[in-house]
């Protein structure tokens, strides 16, 4: 069982071809929408990749579900972290 605590944390999402990806990882950060305190996007960075950080406040098991499903997403490359400790 995971923790249950929310703590704070982030998202990296290299997005490798945004016209083939955007549309899916657009909708998985909607459903998970109540997780995200901050979204950044930069657009075509180096050619078509796109890179998008969140900010989230989650559980482990809430941040396993999103990263899972953004990571099998075709041209996609997921990285996360979450605070040691939960602060509120």
Known sequence: ??????RLGFVGIIV????QS???VNAV???HADLILART???NVKGSNSVITLVIDATTDELG???GL???IGGISVKSGLAKNNHS
């Open 65 to 67: 579900m999103l990263t």
């Open 22 to 24: 955007a549309e899916n």
């Open 41 to 43: 996007g930069l657009p």
């Open 1 to 6: 069982m995971g923790n249950s605590h929310k």
């Open 29 to 31: 950060l909607s459903q």
């Open 16 to 19: 490798e071809n945004r016209e």
């Open 70 to 72: 953004l990571g099998r």
